[in-house]
């Protein structure tokens, strides 16, 4: 069987679709290439940002108050080896403060304490996720719909390859979306979420609204049925969307037994000595990526 590696962005305004997705591929083989290993990689980008934002960023535009300023481009990283910088005593504490933090906004009937504090979240902190959750507009699909089903359509169309999904920040919410409601039927080998907001309450919050208005009345998150194989969560520590970061204790394992298998990843991006620890491309190129690729393709230590 043929393998294909399909990914979807995250949010924000993006390059144009093309140099996106040469960016992408570069900042995977950047990683590879450290294991040393080069990649052929049969791979396709499935970009949405032009459905919210008209016009893209410039790559070529040096104007930085030019609003198609590109502030951070694809840069190879400064260091000679990227290494894993898990911390077990950072672990525990974040999921001390997760856990005390879902005490708080957790009813018992979903997260909707502090809906005032949602509403701002979504309106300022995350833009694009408030479009995306908003009401449609009185076309004939509403940008939920018509962002989900471009995702729907490239999986469709590979459906008979071994597909490894990546999705980064908003691009994991789409992805659940299009795997739970759009295209069951097609079926994922290895799910890879990056810098992921799934965790947070106010995005549980919707998931939940999702499964009430279905007719589920278990209320309880699992993984979709249609990942066969795995669910790989990477998240950095200062990377403050995927904050929740510990989805295995908020995803019940599907019938296979798949469950989220969290990872806690150095994000080494920067630009202009600005660090971005929820940018793409750091992720991208993480020993942890790296070695779930090779493992995707079953290539020989």
Sequence with gaps: MSKIIIAIHGMGNKPPRKQLSVWWKAAIREGLSNKGKFLF????????????????????????????????????????????????????????INDQLEKILYDGDGFSHFNSLTDFVLRHFVKDLAVYYGDPSGDSLSIRDEICRQLADILRKHKRKKILLIAHSMGSIIAWDVLTRYVPEVEIDTFVTIGSPLGIPVVKNHLVAD???????????????????????????????????????????????????????????????????????????????????????????
């Design 211 to 301: 499964l009430k208005a279905s007719g589920d009345a278990s209320k309880e998150l699992r993984t979709p049925e249609n990942i066969r194989g795995a669910w790989k969560n990477l998240a950095d520590f200062k990377d403050l969307v995927a904050f929740n970061a510990d989805l295995k204790n908020d995803f019940l394992p599907n019938r296979l037994g798949v469950q989220p298998e969290d990872f806690f990843i150095h994000n080494d991006y920067e630009s202009n000595g600005n660090e971005n620890h929820h940018k793409s491309y750091g992720y991208l190129r993480c020993p942890e990526m790296s070695q779930i690729i090779s493992d995707f393709l079953r290539w020989k230590k």
């Design 41 to 96: 990689l049969r791979f396709k980008m499935v970009y949405w940002a032009s459905i919210v934002h008209r016009t893209p960023f410039n790559p070529q535009c040096i104007d930085k108050d030019d609003p198609s300023y590109l502030k951070e481009p694809y840069i190879k990283s400064s260091n000679v080896v990227l290494k894993n910088r898990d911390n077990k005593i950072k672990k525990r504490i974040r999921k001390h």
